[in-house]
Nanobody, 125 residues
Framework: QVKLVESGGGSVQAGGSLRLSCAAS????????MGWFRQAPGKERDFVAA????????YYEDSVKGRFTISRDNAQNTVYLQMNSLKPEDTANYYC??????????????????WGQGTQVTVSS
C-alpha cells in the first residue's frame, strides 16, 4: 500500500524559509508525478507545484514561481518543496500527492491517486 508522509511544516515569519519533505513508500516511484497542494481554512485545495519522477519536469502555480522549488530524490523516494520568501498568504495545510502513471496535467488535484495527511505551514506578518 502506498503511503505518503509529509514533514517540515511549522511557523515562520514573513520572508523566512521552510523545506517540506514527502517520503513515499509502498512502491518504487520510477514513473508518475508528485505534487504539492495547499488548503487554507474554508478554501479549496489548490495546486502549488509538481514534478515528474522521470525527467524531472517541474510545474508551479504562478504565485509561488521564483520563491518555491520542487525537487526529488529518486533513490530515497522523497520529494521536497523548498519555500523561500514566505508570505502570510502562503499559510495553509500543505499536502503531498502522487499519481500512479505520468499525467499530462499534473496541476489538477483530480488526477492524483495518493495523498498524504498534510503538514501545517503558518507565516506571520
Amino acid at each position: 500500500q502506498v503511503k505518503l508522509v509529509e514533514s517540515g511544516g511549522g511557523s515562520v515569519q514573513a520572508g523566512g524559509s521552510l523545506r517540506l519533505s514527502c517520503a513515499a513508500s509502498g512502491r518504487t516511484f520510477s514513473s508518475g508525478n508528485m505534487g504539492w497542494f495547499r488548503q487554507a481554512p474554508g478554501k479549496e485545495r489548490d495546486f502549488v507545484a509538481a514534478i515528474r519522477w522521470s525527467g524531472g519536469n517541474t510545474y508551479y502555480e504562478d504565485s509561488v514561481k521564483g520563491r518555491f522549488t520542487i525537487s526529488r530524490d529518486n533513490a530515497q523516494n522523497t520529494v521536497y518543496l523548498q519555500m523561500n520568501s514566505l508570505k502570510p498568504e502562503d499559510t495553509a495545510n500543505y499536502y503531498c500527492a502522487a499519481t500512479r502513471l505520468t499525467v499530462r496535467n499534473p496541476i489538477s488535484k483530480y488526477v492524483y491517486d495518493y495523498w498524504g495527511q498534510g503538514t501545517q505551514v503558518t507565516v506571520s506578518s
